[in-house]
């Protein structure tokens, strides 16, 4: 088995393929799957897919990103608070620690949260231990000169 990298309950990550070199992200083994605040939403076919197109505010002094990819999925998510609602989901490059991930990520709001991004336990799978004494282990922002 692979040695687990150990990241902390907050680390900064990147995703390449919608143009975010940094954003804060929530490390939550509680929540099952990974979410990203968007600023807007909109869903239109091309060619018989359906694609979506959002803006993302990584903050930390970085500016607004406009994102088009296709739609993965749309699936009933329950939050912290026990409300569930349907939202979309996409595929995304995650850069977290030095490695590449592909994981599912779910769109939504999450303007009254400290961190635009949360990564949830299926993009962790058998990678990553978690310590919740620890943040920011990965450094202060990511490694952008990676391999893909």
Known sequence: MAERRV????EWAALPGFGIAAIRAKIDTGARSSALHVETLETFPVDGVE???????????GRATEVET???TRRIVTDSGGHRTERIFVRGLLQLAGLRLDIEINLCSRHNMRFPMLIGRSALGGRFAVDPALSWTAGT??????PA
């Open 70 to 72: 296709d739609v993965l």
């Open 7 to 10: 990241v902390g309950w907050r």
């Open 141 to 146: 922002l990511p490694a952008t000169d990676l």
């Open 51 to 61: 694609r979506v197109r959002f803006v993302v505010d990584a903050g930390s002094g």
